[in-house]
T-cell receptor, first 112, second 112 residues
Framework: DAGVTQSPTHLIKTRGQHVTLRCSPISGHKSVSWYQQVLGQGPQFIFQYYEKEERGRGNFPDRFSARQFPNYSSELNVNALLLGDSALYLC???????????FGPGTRLTVT | EDQVTQSPEALRLQEGESSSLNCSYTVSGLRGLFWYRQDPGKGPEFLFTLYSAGEEKEKERLKATLTKKESFLHITAPKPEDSATYLCAVQASGGGADGLTFGKGTHLIIQP
C-alpha cells in the first residue's frame, strides 16, 4: 500500500510570495494533519482536518491556511512568505485523527 | 500547555552498548504517547503508541515503557543502522484538535 505522499519535494520561494503544498493520505484515512519542522527542532502542529472540516489549529499566523478535499487529500497554503517560514513541512494521515499518525516524506521549503 | 522534554539531546554509543532515552511530559490528559524515528531529511517513521502507565511495547531491539510522567525508549545491543533522531510526542485527550506535541528529539549515533 502506498504511504502518505507529498508534493513537491523541494521548493525555493522569495520573500512575499505565496506557496501551496499538497498531500495525499494513506488510502482509507480520513484525517490529515500538517506540521512545520525547523532544523534541530521537533515538528510543530499547524492544522488538522477530519472529514473535510478543520478540527483544530496550532499557534500559527493567519498567513497559513489549509483545506481538505472530498478525496481526503489536502493543501497547505502560506501567504506573504517570510525567511522564517523556511522549514520541512510534514503531512500526517490517520484513520480518525485520534490514533497513530503516519507521516509523509515532507516538502523542504526554502525562502530567500 | 502541553510540554515534552527529551534527554539527552545527543547520545553516542558503541555497537552493542545498550542505553535508554528519556521523554518527560506534561499534558492535561494523556490520550496517547508516541515514539517516532526520523532519518535526516525524511519524515518521522512511527514506532510505538503507549496509552496508559505501566504499558510496554517492543519491536526488535527497541522497547518503550510509560509512567504517569515519563516514557523511556530502551535500545538493546544497538547496531549502526539504529542511528537516527528519536522523537517523542503526546496527544491530549478532551475536545479540540488531535495534533501531536513533540519534543526536540534525541540524536542517536551508534558507532561500529
Amino acid at each position: 500500500d502506498a504511504g502518505v505522499t507529498q508534493s513537491p519535494t523541494h521548493l525555493i520561494k522569495t520573500r512575499g510570495q505565496h506557496v501551496t503544498l499538497r498531500c495525499s493520505p494513506i488510502s482509507g484515512h480520513k484525517s490529515v494533519s500538517w506540521y512545520q519542522q525547523v532544523l534541530g527542532q521537533g515538528p510543530q502542529f499547524i492544522f488538522q482536518y477530519y472529514e473535510k472540516e478543520e478540527r483544530g489549529r496550532g499557534n500559527f499566523p493567519d498567513r497559513f491556511s489549509a483545506r481538505q478535499f472530498p478525496n481526503y487529500s489536502s493543501e497547505l497554503n502560506v501567504n506573504a512568505l517570510l525567511l522564517g517560514d523556511s522549514a520541512l513541512y510534514l503531512c500526517a494521515s490517520s484513520l480518525t485523527g485520534a490514533v497513530e499518525q503516519y507521516f509523509g516524506p515532507g516538502t523542504r521549503l526554502t525562502v530567500t | 500547555e502541553d510540554q515534552v522534554t527529551q534527554s539527552p539531546e545527543a547520545l553516542r554509543l558503541q555497537e552493542g552498548e545498550s542505553s535508554s532515552l528519556n521523554c518527560s511530559y506534561t499534558v492535561s490528559g494523556l490520550r496517547g504517547l508516541f515514539w517516532y524515528r526520523q532519518d535526516p531529511g525524511k519524515g518521522p517513521e512511527f514506532l510505538f503508541t503507549l496509552y496508559s502507565a505501566g504499558e510496554e511495547k517492543e519491536k526488535e531491539r527497541l522497547k518503550a515503557t510509560l509512567t504517569k510522567k515519563e516514557s523511556f525508549l530502551h535500545i538493546t545491543a544497538p547496531k549502526p543502522e539504529d542511528s537516527a533522531t528519536y522523537l517523542c510526542a503526546v496527544q491530549a485527550s478532551g475536545g479540540g484538535a488531535d495534533g501531536l506535541t513533540f519534543g526536540k528529539g534525541t540524536h542517536l549515533i551508534i558507532q561500529p
